[in-house]
């Protein structure tokens, strides 16, 4: 049963694929897809995953014309309101769509900023784990041997403890490490969270990219280019890496979501950039959501939880679209 | 397998050493007790400084932290452990005390999710591509996606605040937000502890069923593709023995690994849902003595989490060679 629904599922390699009889209208086509194409043909029927890009790329761009579309200044409080009220703590209204925090700051206004700083230190923690992920997963796969084993012995030390834990513990101890406050800056900055964040972040990726290449460096094409006389490194870069670039970019966008959310629960209890240094995150306003739960502030609570939950969601869900896409053996919709 | 076991065994003394170290190591650093002892006791003569740093190994340089390690190392392991540098008291009471809470709600968050979410994964697995199995693995990946302190600020305000003023007579949708007992309880009460755990487990329960959802119904679409599975049909078993029989039982497999692992890690505690709730685990635990920079408090909270881990996961291999007689020792 596994045949019939590879015909237009899954991609085994071979220029037959387009001409299956019974394959649907868009795969008649009578030239054969690159495995790219048909990557993207099956991320595009995917339809939660289409959904959330859209949604995320909308948010994106909302976020980064943040002087446009927020109506306040991140610090900046409200001073003018209808019929002269007080602006602290003012219920959603026209003046403050979301309602404005204890020292009269719009809600709304701080939240897009909020976000923009989150996904940026996110997007950075992220890119700096993939990068250094994939290059010590791809030279322990390649090599082999004792860094492959110290690299793997590390990786189970650190999955040893809960993930809060390793961060905190490491997150003091950089701190009191005075040779390298010039380079990670001080613990409160923000910096030094993305660096915290990417220390972290490359385990899970060094093992995708090592699994990827200890089982595509036995392949045909692998051994013909080095039977060619071709580098290790030159396999790496040009032969192994660009075979692996899905479950990369699968863990690419699963880093991004892991690095906002930790950074939100890091502020959230008082451990990650502190306002001082400009850092209005998206996790320090979920954070000062503690304090309004019992007074029954919900905006203060309901706003900031809902976009957290809707930057996770929805890379998450582009996350798993692209994993669906990528790796033919995981089928959506089998027998 | 009793020599596979015991070859395990005694390598987890080397790792536990090597880890205990580090982590000695990366806590000394971090948390500098002699200036948390400053801290908790202001007016300390230099005399009593110096006693302190004598008493609890804390010398400086490489080779003091080898020292300090070993010193700290061998009161450990004879049940002569420093007193917390805040309060000065024992250590070990107030570890079992949270141990045990933490063991609870975690076990039970996690035993809900192992149940309820292999229920959902197999009911999703048995129709790939239906509506069900979307729904279902929808709202897994929405579950996921949740982070534990949203769920926890939200269920606090809305079964804690907002019921009591809009339905003060439903007490039965009031719940309290923290702790384990009301305020001036004595002895055990089970009620009461219910009502105190209810939250807090279905913070950790939508996390967990969410997790186990996705596992089983991979696991058991893996098996369902599989060729001894067509085999097993065309012998003309029914359905739903081979769906017991044959599918369940493989597939179960990889599971049994994962709750074990997770198992393990529940006697770390559940650090961001015991702090919003403050229920007195291991995760309050850590957070406190990680605050004072508790020093005397934060080792031996480390060694118990790694231990539970390192002989979890061995159970979880164990386990595998066991239900798989393919696996050989």
Same mark, same amino acid.
């Given at each position: $049963?596994?045949?019939?629904?590879?015909?237009?599922?899954?991609?085994?390699?071979?220029?037959?694929?387009?001409?299956?009889?019974?394959?649907?209208?868009?795969?008649?086509?009578?030239?054969?897809?690159?495995?790219?194409?048909?990557?993207?043909?099956?991320?595009?029927?995917?339809?939660?995953?289409?959904?959330?890009?859209?949604?995320?790329?909308?948010?994106?761009?909302?976020?980064?014309?943040?002087?446009?579309?927020?109506?306040?200044?991140?610090?900046?409080?409200?001073?003018?309101?209808?019929?002269?009220?007080?602006?602290?703590?003012?219920?959603?209204?026209?003046?403050?769509?979301?309602?404005?925090?204890?020292?009269?700051?719009?809600?709304?206004?701080?939240?897009?900023?909020?976000?923009?700083?989150?996904?940026?230190?996110?997007?950075?923690?992220?890119?700096?784990?993939?990068?250094?992920?994939?290059?010590?997963?791809?030279?322990?796969?390649?090599?082999?041997?004792?860094?492959?084993?110290?690299?793997?012995?590390?990786?189970?030390?650190?999955?040893?403890?809960?993930?809060?834990?390793?961060?905190?513990?490491?997150?003091?101890?950089?701190?009191?490490?005075?040779?390298?406050?010039?380079?990670?800056?001080?613990?409160?900055?923000?910096?030094?969270?993305?660096?915290?964040?990417?220390?972290?972040?490359?385990?899970?990726?060094?093992?995708?990219?090592?699994?990827?290449?200890?089982?595509?460096?036995?392949?045909?094409?692998?051994?013909?280019?080095?039977?060619?006389?071709?580098?290790?490194?030159?396999?790496?870069?040009?032969?192994?890496?660009?075979?692996?670039?899905?479950?990369?970019?699968?863990?690419?966008?699963?880093?991004?979501?892991?690095?906002?959310?930790?950074?939100?629960?890091?502020?959230?209890?008082?451990?990650?950039?502190?306002?001082?240094?400009?850092?209005?995150?998206?996790?320090?306003?979920?954070?000062?959501?503690?304090?309004?739960?019992?007074?029954?502030?919900?905006?203060?609570?309901?706003?900031?939880?809902?976009?957290?939950?809707?930057?996770?969601?929805?890379?998450? $869900?582009?996350?798993?679209?692209?994993?669906?896409?990528?790796?033919?053996?995981?089928?959506?919709?089998?027998? | 397998? &009793?020599?596979?076991?015991?070859?395990?065994?005694?390598?987890?003394?080397?790792?536990?050493?090597?880890?205990?170290?580090?982590?000695?190591?990366?806590?000394?650093?971090?948390?500098?007790?002699?200036?948390?002892?400053?801290?908790?006791?202001?007016?300390?003569?230099?005399?009593?400084?110096?006693?302190?740093?004598?008493?609890?190994?804390?010398?400086?340089?490489?080779?003091?932290?080898?020292?300090?390690?070993?010193?700290?190392?061998?009161?450990?392991?004879?049940?002569?452990?420093?007193?917390?540098?805040?309060?000065?008291?024992?250590?070990?009471?107030?570890?079992?005390?949270?141990?045990?809470?933490?063991?609870?709600?975690?076990?039970?968050?996690?035993?809900?999710?192992?149940?309820?979410?292999?229920?959902?994964?197999? &009911?999703?697995?048995?129709?790939?591509?239906?509506?069900?199995?979307?729904?279902?693995?929808?709202?897994?990946?929405?579950?996921?996606?949740?982070? /534990? &302190?949203?769920?926890?600020?939200?269920?606090?305000?809305?079964?804690?605040?907002?019921?009591?003023?809009?339905?003060?007579?439903?007490?039965?949708?009031?719940?309290?937000?923290?702790?384990?007992?009301?305020?001036?309880?004595?002895?055990?009460?089970?009620?009461?502890?219910?009502?105190?755990?209810?939250? /807090?487990?279905?913070?950790?329960?939508?996390?967990?069923?969410?997790?186990?959802?996705?596992?089983?119904?991979?696991?058991?679409?893996?098996?369902?593709?599989?060729?001894?599975?067509?085999?097993?049909?065309?012998?003309?078993?029914?359905?739903?023995?081979?769906?017991?029989?044959?599918?369940?039982?493989?597939?179960?497999?990889?599971?049994?690994?994962?709750?074990?692992?997770?198992?393990?890690?529940?006697?770390?505690?559940?650090?961001?849902?015991?702090?919003?709730?403050?229920?007195?685990?291991?995760?309050?635990? &850590?957070?406190?003595?990680?605050?004072?920079?508790?020093? /005397?408090?934060?080792?031996?909270?480390?060694?118990?989490?790694?231990?539970?881990?390192?002989?979890?996961?061995?159970?979880?291999?164990?386990?595998?060679?066991?239900?798989?007689?393919?696996?050989?020792?």
């Amino acid at each position: $049963m596994t045949d019939v629904l590879n015909s237009t599922v899954a991609a085994p390699a071979g220029p037959e694929i387009g001409l299956v009889p019974d394959a649907d209208a868009e795969g008649l086509t009578s030239k054969s897809l690159s495995p790219r194409q048909m990557a993207m043909r099956r991320f595009l029927s995917h339809k939660p995953a289409v959904i959330a890009t859209v949604a995320l790329v909308l948010m994106v761009a909302f976020v980064l014309l943040a002087p446009l579309t927020a109506r306040y200044g991140v610090n900046e409080s409200i001073f003018r309101t209808e019929g002269g009220v007080s602006n602290r703590y003012l219920t959603p209204r026209a003046d403050a769509w979301f309602g404005t925090d204890e020292i009269g700051r719009d809600l709304y206004s701080r939240l897009i900023y909020g976000t923009r700083l989150s996904l940026a230190i996110g997007l950075a923690a992220a890119v700096i784990g993939v990068l250094i992920g994939t290059a010590v997963g791809a030279y322990a796969g390649i090599k082999g041997g004792l860094f492959d084993d110290i690299l793997m012995r590390v990786t189970d030390i650190f999955l040893a403890f809960p993930f809060l834990v390793a961060l905190l513990v490491t997150r003091n101890m950089l701190g009191e490490i005075p040779w390298l406050e010039p380079i990670v800056g001080n613990r409160t900055s923000i910096r030094f969270i993305i660096f915290l964040l990417a220390l972290f972040g490359w385990m899970g990726v060094a093992r995708v990219v090592r699994g990827q290449v200890l089982a595509l460096k036995e392949r045909e094409f692998v051994e013909a280019s080095r039977a060619l006389g071709a580098t290790n490194r030159r396999i790496v870069v040009r032969h192994l890496l660009p075979n692996s670039i899905g479950p990369i970019l699968v863990a690419l966008t699963f880093s991004v979501v892991a690095a906002v959310i930790a950074e939100s629960t890091l502020s959230f209890f008082g451990f990650g950039p502190q306002p001082g240094s400009n850092a209005t995150s998206l996790g320090l306003l979920v954070g000062s959501s503690k304090q309004n739960v019992l007074t029954g502030n919900w905006w203060m609570v309901v706003f900031p939880c809902a976009v957290l939950l809707l930057v996770a969601l929805t890379v998450n $869900m582009v996350g798993d679209g692209l994993r669906d896409a990528t790796d033919p053996k995981l089928q959506r919709g089998g027998s | 397998m &009793f020599r596979f076991v015991a070859r395990r065994l005694i390598w987890a003394v080397p790792t536990l050493m090597i880890v205990t170290f580090l982590v000695y190591v990366a806590i000394r650093i971090g948390t500098n007790p002699v200036a948390s002892y400053l801290r908790s006791n202001q007016r300390a003569s230099q005399a009593n400084i110096d006693e302190y740093i004598e008493s609890n190994g804390l010398y400086e340089g490489f080779g003091g932290y080898i020292k300090g390690y070993f010193k700290w190392l061998g009161g450990f392991v004879t049940g002569d452990w420093p007193n917390s540098i805040k309060g000065n008291r024992e250590v070990w009471p107030n570890l079992k005390d949270a141990l045990g809470n933490s063991v609870r709600l975690a076990g039970i968050g996690a035993a809900l999710g192992i149940i309820v979410g292999c229920t959902f994964g197999v &009911f999703a697995a048995l129709r790939p591509g239906s509506l069900r199995d979307g729904t279902v693995n929808t709202t897994a990946l929405v579950m996921l996606s949740i982070p /534990p &302190f949203v769920s926890a600020v939200i269920l606090q305000m809305v079964f804690a605040v907002y019921t009591r003023r809009w339905w003060p007579d439903a007490t039965w949708l009031h719940f309290p937000t923290s702790g384990v007992y009301p305020p001036g309880n004595r002895g055990f009460n089970l009620s009461a502890m219910i009502e105190h755990l209810t939250l /807090p487990v279905i913070v950790v329960a939508i996390q967990s069923v969410a997790v186990y959802t996705r596992y089983m119904r991979a696991s058991l679409l893996d098996v369902l593709n599989s060729d001894y599975l067509r085999t097993a049909r065309s012998k003309g078993i029914n359905e739903r023995r081979v769906l017991v029989r044959h599918a369940m039982r493989n597939a179960m497999l990889p599971i049994v690994t994962l709750a074990a692992i997770d198992f393990g890690l529940l006697f770390g505690g559940l650090i961001i849902t015991e702090n919003i709730f403050e229920y007195p685990g291991m995760g309050r635990f &850590f957070l406190n003595a990680y605050g004072n920079g508790d020093f /005397p408090e934060l080792m031996p909270w480390m060694v118990i989490v790694v231990l539970a881990v390192i002989m979890f996961n061995l159970l979880a291999d164990m386990s595998y060679a066991f239900l798989d007689p393919r696996i050989r020792l």
